[in-house]
Each structure stands twice: as C-alpha cells, then as structure tokens.
C-alpha cells in the first residue's frame, strides 16, 4: 500500500512538473544536447520549434563538429569541415527556434570521423563526456534537457555515448532539470521507410543498417508543432543536404550522391510524418531507475 501511495505520489509530480508545451505554460529555459550538428533536425526539431513557439529559450550544445561529412569536400581538412558544418547549423537552428548554438566543450574537443576511435565522442571516457554534460547543464540551468534515446535514435555510437554522458551527468550533483527526454524512432516507421526506399530507390541499398527503432509503448511523451511549421524541418534538413529535404521523390534517386541514414530517417518522416517527435523519459537524480 505504502509503495502504491509512493508511485501515485511521483506518478502526481511527474504530470505537474512535465506540465508546459502542451498546456500553453512557458517550458523557460531548454537545453538540447547533441553529437553531431544535423541530429538536432532528425531527432528534436518539432519539439524545439514547438518550445520556442511558447516562448521558450532553445540552447543547443553539440559535442562534435559533424566533420565526417564534409572532410572530402575539404580535402581532409578538418578545421575548414568544421566551419562549414558551423555555418550550416545556424542556419538550421534559425529555422527551427534554436536562439543559441555552441560546442559542448569547445570545438574540436571531439570529433565527427564517421568511425568509432580516438577524438570520437564514443571513444572518450564515459566520465569525462558525463562531467563536460554536467558542467553544462550547471553553466545553463536549463528547466528541461533533450537528447537522444538509449539507442542513440539510429544506433550511431557516437549518440549513444551522448545519451549516456546526459543520463549519467542528471545522476551526478548539480543543477537539476525537471524533465529530460531522449528522442527515440518507431520501428515500425522504420520498416515503412525500407518500404518507401525499396520503391523509390529500388537499385540502391539505403541507411547503414544499423537503424532499428522502437516498440511503440517506449514512447512516454510527444511533442508535436503545427502541420505549417514542419516545412521548417524540411528546410533545415535542406542547409545541411540541399534537396534531402524537399525534393520529390523522383528526384532523390538521380540528384543525391548519398544513400545512408539521413535518407532512410527522410523516408521514415514521410511515411509517418514531419511534426511529430517521440520521447523516453531519462530519470533525474534520485528518481527510481527503470527496471527495464
Ligand atoms: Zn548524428
């Protein structure tokens, strides 16, 4: 009995203190913690230009300079792909309410190689990238904190080890949030994408593999923008990959040269759609861990 008045009693907390984008309630402040420039599109973009619709203030914070992408183009050099990414995040984040834009702990405190190893977010010490969240969340002070789920939303290591970086900092001493989530994808918007780009796409493998998604009862909150706004979110896509965002279908086989999980996750918002984000809730504190 006592245990079932204890869950009701947290149960209570909970919904009073998740209580703000949905209800017309300013969420204040908001930090958004990311491995790579381009995750704060795929992962959280209906929940930031929702946020900041309602007045809230969007900090995002990434952790690598999303170099990978851009090193051929720049001939290896890393410094120059890291500026270019630079300026297409603020660009992104123009478009999606994000007012400020930094590097976790600096630039080229670690990088985006399109591999695990050294420099890489999932080749650091898990401490040290949970003590960098953490002075993070204590310099901003956020009300809530967004990030990926506990499968790094497409199984890439480097979001894997930031969602564990941002559950282990809200465990350790600090300033506390009163709600962290982690974005996550359905499975079964997933297996829709490998649909859609089997018909669109057909002589061409689409998306590393390694994208799964999840059962749809992970989800414990949405957060959704308006219809109008989601063209934000194809916009912003398009800074980073002109035309990944809003070219028709039957343009997408002959005018991109890239077919990996950007594309797949593009497939996967069409057959579901572009406003909607989904989210696990991450404990904070002493909260009780789940079991699962
Ligand atoms: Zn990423």
Same mark, same amino acid.
């Given at each position: 009995?006592?245990?079932?008045?204890?869950?009701?009693?947290?149960?209570?907390?909970?919904?009073?203190?998740?209580?703000?984008?949905?209800?017309?309630?300013?969420?204040?402040?908001?930090?958004?913690?990311?491995?790579?420039?381009?995750?704060?599109?795929?992962?959280?973009?209906?929940?930031?230009?929702?946020?900041?619709?309602?007045?809230?203030?969007?900090?995002?914070?990434?952790? =690598? @300079?999303? !170099?990978?992408?851009?090193?051929? &183009?720049?001939?290896?050099?890393? /410094?120059? #792909?890291? %500026?270019? +990414? *630079?300026?297409?995040?603020?660009?992104?984040?123009?478009?999606?309410?994000?007012?400020?834009?930094?590097?976790?702990?600096?630039?080229?405190?670690?990088?985006? =190689? @399109?591999? !695990?190893?050294?420099?890489?977010? &999932?080749?650091?010490?898990?401490? /040290?990238? #949970?003590? %960098?969240? +953490? *002075?993070?969340?204590?310099?901003?002070?956020?009300?809530?904190?967004?990030?990926?789920?506990?499968?790094?939303?497409?199984?890439?290591?480097?979001?894997?080890?930031?969602?564990?970086?941002?559950?282990?900092?809200? &465990?350790?001493?600090?300033?506390?949030?009163?709600?962290?989530?982690?974005?996550?994808?359905?499975?079964?918007?997933?297996?829709?994408?490998?649909?859609?780009?089997?018909?669109?796409?057909?002589?061409?493998?689409?998306?590393?593999?390694?994208?799964?998604?999840?059962?749809?009862?992970?989800?414990?909150?949405?957060?959704?923008?308006?219809?109008?706004?989601?063209?934000?979110?194809?916009?912003?896509?398009?800074?980073?990959?002109?035309?990944?965002?809003?070219?028709?279908?039957?343009?997408?086989?002959?005018?991109?040269?890239?077919?990996?999980?950007?594309?797949?996750?593009?497939?996967?918002?069409?057959?579901?759609?572009?406003?909607?984000?989904?989210?696990?809730?991450?404990?904070?504190?002493?909260?009780?861990?789940?079991?699962?």
């Amino acid at each position: 009995m006592a245990a079932d008045a204890e869950r009701r009693r947290r149960f209570t907390l909970f919904i009073v203190m998740t209580s703000g984008p949905n209800d017309g309630s300013s969420p204040d402040r908001v930090l958004v913690i990311h491995a790579h420039p381009d995750d704060e599109v795929f992962a959280t973009a209906a929940a930031t230009i929702a946020l900041a619709g309602q007045g809230g203030q969007i900090f995002l914070r990434v952790a =690598t @300079g999303g !170099e990978a992408g851009l090193l051929a &183009a720049y001939h290896g050099d890393v /410094v120059r #792909a890291r %500026a270019a +990414r *630079a300026a297409q995040l603020t660009r992104s984040c123009g478009l999606l309410g994000i007012s400020d834009w930094d590097y976790l702990a600096g630039a080229g405190r670690w990088i985006d =190689t @399109g591999s !695990e190893g050294v420099g890489t977010l &999932a080749g650091e010490d898990p401490a /040290v990238l #949970a003590a %960098a969240v +953490r *002075a993070c969340i204590d310099r901003i002070e956020p009300m809530m904190v967004l990030t990926v789920d506990r499968v790094g939303l497409t199984g890439h290591p480097d979001h894997i080890a930031m969602h564990n970086a941002v559950r282990s900092a809200l &465990a350790l001493p600090g300033w506390l949030p009163h709600e962290a989530w982690g974005a996550l994808l359905l499975g079964r918007h997933i297996a829709a994408a490998h649909a859609l780009a089997k018909a669109v796409v057909p002589h061409r493998p689409v998306g590393s593999g390694r994208v799964q998604g999840r059962a749809d009862d992970a989800v414990e909150r949405v957060m959704t923008c308006s219809r109008e706004d989601a063209h934000r979110r194809r916009a912003a896509l398009d800074e980073y990959t002109p035309g990944l965002g809003t070219f028709p279908h039957h343009d997408l086989a002959q005018r991109l040269d890239r077919f990996g999980d950007s594309l797949l996750l593009r497939f996967a918002m069409d057959a579901s759609d572009w406003h909607t984000d989904r989210f696990e809730r991450i404990h904070i504190g002493d909260e009780d861990q789940p079991s699962r």
